[in-house]
Antibody, heavy 122, light 108 residues
Framework: QVQLQESGPGLVKPSQTLSLTCSVS??????????WSWIRQPAGKGLEWIGR???????KYNPSLKSRVTIAVDASKNRFSLRLTSLTAADTAVYYC??????????????WGQGTLVTVSS | SYVLTQPPSVSVAPGKTARITCGGN??????VHWYQQKPGQAPVLVIY???DRPSGIPERFSGSNSGNTATLTISRVEAGDEADFYC???????????FGTGTKVTVL
């Protein structure tokens, strides 16, 4: 059973950069044709896909966030990361990592982390 | 960009059937997935590929997709089904995953 666990700071100041890590257990991040995604959810609101990475390093980002997002994979440590720059209060949300498939047209998120709350405030 | 519209809330009595719609332009040509999210928890996949159920999801959960509407149906609703539900597709035009606006299911 694949398990994902997010880690990172819970509080970040405006204009700063958020860095989160998702550790994968129960299987190798490099096995199978899977992509690894970040998704966020502001309190009381819906889900927003941020972007995804393949173990080769290939990435795809939500166009609305693309200029501020970097997602990378570290297969040697079985984890992947999210970097989001120029933070504002609108970036305050629960951030989830999740696994999806290689064919985005049909892919779904079968495994999710528990989520980590990130608050942007001075 | 592609918008998936869901009713904000659906109320249903125990034992009855709840139907949650997900409206989008020609959504029937997309593959739709559904998630259940209980308070303070991560979403859980309940339907994939329009109508398939992951292992461990009760047969009471079913899905359909045609035309401009996808539907998640919960039969014989139980108190434990109370949650927020989201539909999800891939939008080729904007090159991103899109989630529906979400529906809160309340069991009366």
């Amino acid at each position: 059973q694949v398990q994902l666990q997010e880690s990172g700071p819970g509080l970040v100041k405006p204009s700063q950069t958020l860095s989160l890590t998702c550790s994968v257990s129960g299987g190798s991040i490099s096995s199978g044709n899977y992509y690894w995604s970040w998704i966020r959810q502001p309190a009381g609101k819906g889900l927003e896909w941020i972007g995804r990475v393949y173990t080769s390093g290939i990435t795809k980002y939500n166009p609305s966030l693309k200029s501020r997002v970097t997602i990378a994979v570290d297969a040697s440590k079985n984890r992947f990361s999210l970097r989001l720059t120029s933070l504002t209060a609108a970036d305050t949300a629960v951030y989830y990592c999740a696994r999806d498939g290689d064919d985005s047209s049909s892919s779904y998120f079968e495994y999710w982390g528990q989520g980590t709350l990130v608050t942007v405030s001075s | 960009s592609y918008v998936l519209t869901q009713p904000p809330s659906v109320s249903v009595a125990p034992g009855k059937t709840a139907r949650i719609t997900c409206g989008g332009n020609n959504i029937g040509s997309n593959i739709v997935h559904w998630y259940q999210q209980k308070p303070g928890q991560a979403p859980v996949l309940v339907i994939y590929y329009d109508s398939d159920r992951p292992s461990g999801i009760p047969e009471r959960f079913s899905g359909s997709n045609s035309g401009n509407t996808a539907t998640l149906t919960i039969s014989r609703v139980e108190a434990g089904d109370e949650a927020d539900f989201y539909c999800q597709v891939w939008d080729n035009s904007s090159d991103r995953y899109v989630f529906g606006t979400g529906t809160k299911v309340t069991v009366l």
